[in-house]
């Protein structure tokens, strides 16, 4: 990363977010930093209580749409769920709070 909220920002992030989903989830993914349809088709959903570099994927996304989860802790707690769900209340996808297909698209989507 480059130390901005750009481009190569959201790459980075995408790129461990690939690794993430292949290290623990065995997807296969090429780690390229695009968003596309096998990396959308991989997505698991990430929920309250989780405790994982998923959910540390999540909160830096969320932090960098301008939505504070607090602490980069990778521990899915109140602080992110109510982040997660004023993101998903101003993208106007169900809010369920829990990070699925349809949040990550809003989140990593060009």
Do not use: H, R
């Amino acid at each position: 990363m480059d130390g901005f909220n750009g481009p190569k920002t959201k790459s980075s992030l995408i790129k461990v977010l690939q690794t993430e989903l292949n290290k623990q989830f065995n997807k296969n993914l090429v780690v390229d930093g695009k968003w596309g349809a096998k990396t959308k088709a991989a997505i698991v959903t990430v929920q309250k209580g989780a405790k994982c570099n998923l959910t540390w994927i999540l909160q830096a996304a969320l932090y960098l749409e301008g939505y504070s989860p607090g602490s980069l802790d990778s521990i899915f707690g109140k602080g992110t769920e109510s982040a997660l769900s004023k993101f998903q209340k101003a993208k106007k996808i169900i809010v369920d709070k829990k990070a699925g297909k349809a949040t990550f698209t809003k989140l990593f989507a060009a």
